[in-house]
């Protein structure tokens, strides 16, 4: 069995990631119709439903989930291996990306608020599809769905598949870039385009640091469980997070998000010294890994297969732009 992806894995991949968010939004705007049309619900009355939330999201995570499995089957690859699932666990870096959490999340919570206030005015894009969580039982509902769920089918494309099989082409840095615009675009909503693009930069340092998708998938759950647990202690939320933005406000809240972005590359500093004391441990991959390079002697199929690889990653990059124009300014 193949133990790595190839760039085209990545491509073929980001494209199916497309194709099943687009089969889950037919699917949810069928069961719509049939709700509004044959049952006399309103449309209001379905949108703000939760059960119509949690089965939005379920079904885009279970596409995602659906999409690894089935891709690695059918192409024979050794997915544990291949998507760095496999882990030496180690308690101290498990902390210290608890921490990391709790850091880039309160750091970015009123950066990313601002944000959402200037998108509001030059957006069609409601924001009131937030979960109302009126109960623990809720919560702990919320916390399957929208913490655990999405941290571990996310991590295994956007980190497991695509990032590591755009590693394997470019350098880590742009790698971490390219997949964290991916991960922010394929969201197709502007009210997520700071916070996913963050999370999507942080994610992918913590993959190239700790040689395992395992950390992202705890640093995603952390973060997708403060947001919960902020918005079921409303009250709190309210301490974190100013309700409008003056000059003050603005000055303050860059200043902390700058203040956030110093501690953040500080603690990659250190988690960079730590692993490299641990590679052996760890299994880290060199710095230097660039396994398809662009070799002179490559025949013309080869050329035509990496170019084809190429203009499908991009054209899908294009049409996601297209889709996340369409529904922040044109639904």
């Given at each position: 069995m193949r133990k790595n992806y190839r760039f085209k894995d990545g491509s073929l991949v980001f494209a199916g990631s497309l194709l099943s968010n687009i089969a889950v939004l037919f699917l949810i705007s069928m069961i719509t119709y049939l709700f509004i049309n044959y049952l006399g619900y309103s449309s209001s009355e379905i949108y703000s439903n939760i059960w119509y939330i949690y089965l939005n999201s379920i079904l885009c995570e279970l596409?995602?989930?659906?999409?690894?499995?089935?891709?690695?089957?059918?192409?024979?690859?050794?997915?544990?291996?291949?998507?760095?699932?496999?882990?030496?666990?180690?308690?101290?870096?498990?902390?210290?990306?608890?921490?990391?959490?709790?850091?880039?999340?309160?750091?970015?919570?009123?950066?990313?608020?601002?944000?959402?206030?200037?998108?509001?005015?030059?957006?069609?894009?409601?924001?009131?599809?937030?979960?109302?969580?009126?109960?623990?039982?809720?919560?702990?509902?919320?916390?399957?769905?929208?913490?655990?769920?999405?941290?571990?089918c996310e991590e295994l494309v956007f980190r497991g598949i695509i990032y590591n099989s755009l590693r394997r082409k470019f350098g880590a840095g742009l790698s971490i870039?390219?997949?964290?615009?991916?991960?922010?675009?394929?969201?197709f909503s502007i009210y997520q385009t700071v916070h996913q693009l963050i999370l999507g930069l942080v994610l992918g340092?913590?993959?190239?640091?700790?040689?395992?998708?395992?950390?992202?998938?705890?640093?995603?759950?952390?973060?997708?469980?403060?947001?919960?647990?902020?918005?079921?202690?409303?009250?709190?939320?309210?301490?974190?997070?100013?309700?409008?933005?003056?000059?003050?406000?603005?000055?303050?809240?860059?200043?902390?998000?700058?203040?956030?972005?110093?501690?953040?590359?500080?603690?990659?500093?250190f988690l960079n010294k730590y692993t490299k004391k641990h590679r052996n441990y760890l299994n880290l991959e060199k710095d230097s890994m660039v396994i398809e390079s662009k070799d002179k002697d490559e025949n013309a199929e080869a050329v035509r297969t990496r170019t084809t690889d190429i203009s499908c990653m991009v054209l899908t990059m294009v049409v996601c732009v297209i889709l996340w124009l369409f529904n922040s300014f044109g639904g």
């Open positions: 596409g995602f989930f659906l999409l690894f499995i089935i891709y690695n089957k059918k192409n024979k690859i050794d997915y544990f291996e291949a998507s760095r699932l496999k882990i030496k666990f180690d308690k101290k870096i498990v902390f210290a990306v608890i921490g990391l959490a709790f850091l880039v999340f309160f750091v970015s919570l009123n950066f990313t608020g601002m944000f959402n206030v200037w998108a509001s005015s030059i957006s069609s894009l409601s924001t009131s599809g937030s979960v109302p969580l009126d109960n623990f039982g809720q919560l702990l509902l919320s916390i399957i769905v929208f913490a655990i769920v999405p941290a571990v870039a390219i997949s964290a615009i991916i991960f922010m675009i394929i969201h340092c913590l993959v190239y640091f700790t040689g395992s998708i395992v950390y992202g998938i705890i640093f995603h759950f952390v973060n997708n469980l403060l947001v919960l647990l902020l918005s079921y202690f409303s009250s709190v939320g309210a301490f974190f997070s100013f309700s409008n933005f003056g000059v003050l406000e603005v000055v303050i809240t860059t200043l902390i998000f700058a203040i956030g972005v110093l501690l953040t590359t500080l603690f990659f500093v």
